[in-house]
């Protein structure tokens, strides 16, 4: 690793540090993370998980992933929004995925604030995107050591808040600026980084909701 934060993978190419290298987290760095998503189920999946990350490593709910998506209906909220006291149990017996009865539980809960949230704005994208952070917010320069200092933000904090206040649980500002940086709503891949143009360049063209 330099001492900007990259790394040089096998095909030449220098990409952010932390997927180690592993197969399975550099594609998740290449083709998923920071890429603009309008999806409702993949921005409620992605917030359920983060959640359920919380005191884990991403990996570790990574490779969980599709395991998840079998025990939560897709993460379509309307359905998990239906889900009772037998599918609390099913899950709680689940080993593919973390059995967390809080998290789980959660789940539950924001399913069905995030129907709340899609009536109320039409979409969850519609919402979410309403808390991109404008260009002030921004550092000049990510490297490494402006990454790791980057826990939180004031646009993630304020949308914990909000989302808090609306009734969801599990969505602390860390939490809500993993899910921020994961779906697009800031660019965080390094300069240097091979990714960070293209995620750049979709960014650009992307028609916010």
Known sequence: MDDAGLIEGADGRRRCWWHG???DYQAYHDLE????VSDDR???????????QSGLSWLTILRKRENFRAAFAGFDFEQ????GDAEVGRCLADPGIVRHRGKIVSTINNARRACDLADEFGSL????WRFEPDTGER???FDRATLRAMSTSPTSVALSKDLKKR???FVGPTTVYAF??????????????????????????????
Request: charged share 25%.
């Open 180 to 209: 921020m940086q994961a779906m697009g709503l800031v660019n965080d891949h390094l300069d240097g980084c091979c990714v960070r143009p293209v995620v750049e360049a979709e960014r650009q063209a992307f028609r916010r909701p």
């Open 42 to 52: 993949r921005l409620f999946e992605k917030i359920c998980l983060e959640g359920f």
């Open 125 to 128: 994208a519609a919402y979410f």
């Open 80 to 83: 998990i929004a239906r889900f």
């Open 21 to 23: 290298g592993l197969e």
């Open 139 to 141: 550092p000049d320069r």
């Open 33 to 36: 993370w920071g890429r603009p």
């Open 167 to 169: 009734g969801w649980s």
